[in-house]
């Protein structure tokens, strides 16, 4: 059974910093293509990060680039999302996601077959 459980989000004020974690149990981490998405109540989940299982390449979302950086670690089955200079407009419950979907749906929710429960990043101004 695979299962990807998040940690990291939280409280941070604006300008501030935090380090998401997913570990996923089940699969093997390096098979996988990788993602994280958000979603904040009324609006549709949104794609904020992707690693590939080929490569390592990674993809960002505009709005994140050059603020997010997307990691994994084979070893521990997990990845990372480490997260600089946050604005409110960052608050969202982000979400870890995996799947082996081809190159251009990447950036898509539907080419990833598992995901995480989330964890809450709270941006204070």
């Known amino acids: 059974q695979v299962e990807l459980v998040e940690s990291g989000g939280g409280l941070v004020q604006a300008g501030g910093s935090l380090r998401l974690s997913c570990r996923g149990s089940?699969?093997?981490?390096?098979?996988?293509?990788w993602a994280w998405f958000r979603q904040t109540p009324g609006k549709d989940r949104e794609f904020v990060a992707a690693i590939r299982r080929s490569g390592g390449y990674t993809y960002y979302a505009d709005s994140v680039k050059g603020r997010f950086t997307m990691s994994r670690d084979n070893g521990k089955n997990s990845v990372y999302l480490q997260i600089d200079n946050l604005t409110p407009e960052d608050t969202a419950v982000y979400s870890c996601?995996?799947?082996?979907?081809?190159?251009?749906?990447?950036?898509?929710?539907?080419?990833?077959?598992?995901w995480g429960q989330g964890t809450q990043v709270t941006v204070s101004s």
């Open positions: 089940g699969l093997t981490a390096n098979t996988y293509n």
């Open positions: 996601a995996a799947g082996i979907g081809i190159l251009s749906a990447t950036r898509t929710e539907s080419a990833y077959r598992y």
